[in-house]
């Protein structure tokens, strides 16, 4: 039997809820393993110090008052927990909103909207070819790449975060929606 099993067995000998087998086995093994018998030595002294230790009853109303400061400490946590996920949302959408309006060219987007809207009012072949050719806002992403590239990453992961956020904050509060 190993080491990690006669700790087991040694509380159980120390609580008096050992079988004869065990005992034997648990014997056996402390005669040949000299770091379980140190082991050992020292949880029976342990155990003789605190059988002499009288039991004090806790105060009334001990178990209550740790109680409500656990729930007091949980609550506190959870409300700054509450908090500080929809000022990191809000902070994660102003990131994406930012990145998205530097990204994006609005004068075209505008014109790409105008051209849409006036070949709606023809029949659809006139309307088949704005929508054929890419639109200027979206071509004006690759003049800047390094900044446009550093600032749709960061859109990205701010939408990433806001999901994320968002999943965590309804399994926060769920058990609250039933």
Known sequence: MDCTANRRLM???LDGNITADDARALEAHLSACSSCRREWEVLVAVD????DVPLERAPAGFEQ???AEIVRCVEARRRS???GIPVACGVAAVAAGYGVHRVVNWEA???FVRGIGE???GVLAPLAEPLART???VTTWSQEPGAVGALLALA???VFFLGLSALRFVRQNAFEWH
């Not at 003789?48 to 059988?51: D, F, G, I, K, Y």
């Open 11 to 13: 509380d159980e000998k």
């Open 48 to 51: 003789r110090v605190l059988a």
């Open 65 to 67: 008052s740790v109680v």
């Open 81 to 83: 927990e509450s908090i």
């Open 109 to 111: 987007a505008r014109s």
């Open 119 to 121: 070949a709606a009012n």
């Open 135 to 137: 639109p200027d806002f």
């Open 156 to 158: 990205v992961a701010a």
